[in-house]
C-alpha cells in the first residue's frame, strides 16, 4: 500500500512539474534561442576571468588581471547581437556597461592601481547580477563579497 501510495505522488508531482513546464512555454511553443549555446560558452570564459580576477585581487596583486578585464570585454563584445529577443535592449546596454568596466579595469590594473581596480571589480559584479535578475536569469551573486551591503 505504501509502495502503491509512494507511486501515485510520484506520478502526480512529475505531471504537475511537467504541467507547469508546458505552461510557462518551456515545450517549444517559442522561439527557440539559437544563440545559446555560443552565448553560454563565452558567458562561462567571462565567470572564469572575473573568477581569477577576484582571487588575486584578494591577494592584493594585479597579476593577470588586465589580461583578463580585456578576455572579458572581449568576450562580451562577441555576445552583444546574441540575446534572445525578452529584453534584448536591456541585455545591449548592460553588456556595454560591462565593457567599458572591463576596460576600465584594464586600464587600472597596467597602471599598477590597486585600490582602483579593486573599486571598479566591485562596480563591475552588480552588473553581472543585474542582467541575470533583470532578464529573468535568477542566479545567485557570483561574488557575494563583493556584493555592496
Known amino acids: 500500500m505504501k509502495n502503491r501510495l509512494r507511486v501515485v505522488a510520484t506520478a502526480i508531482g512529475v505531471l504537475a512539474l511537467s504541467a507547469g513546464f508546458w505552461a510557462c512555454e518551456g515545450g517549444g511553443s517559442h522561439d527557440t534561442d539559437d544563440n545559446l549555446p555560443t552565448r553560454r560558452a563565452k558567458m562561462r570564459e567571462i565567470k572564469i576571468s572575473a573568477d581569477r580576477i577576484m582571487a588575486v585581487l584578494k591577494n592584493r596583486s594585479l597579476d593577470g588581471v588586465e589580461a583578463d578585464a580585456r578576455k572579458m570585454q572581449a568576450n562580451w563584445a562577441t555576445v552583444i547581437d546574441l540575446y534572445p529577443s525578452d529584453h534584448k535592449a536591456k541585455y545591449i546596454d548592460y553588456n556595454r ?40 536569469y535568477m542566479l545567485a551573486p557570483a561574488f557575494p563579497e563583493y556584493e555592496p551591503e
Do not use: M, T, W, Y
Open 97 to 136: 556597461e560591462a565593457q567599458q568596466r572591463a576596460l576600465a579595469l584594464a586600464g587600472l590594473a597596467k597602471s599598477g592601481n590597486i585600490n582602483g581596480s579593486i573599486k571598479e571589480f566591485r562596480d563591475l559584479v552588480p552588473l553581472c547580477n543585474s542582467c541575470h535578475e533583470d532578464c529573468a
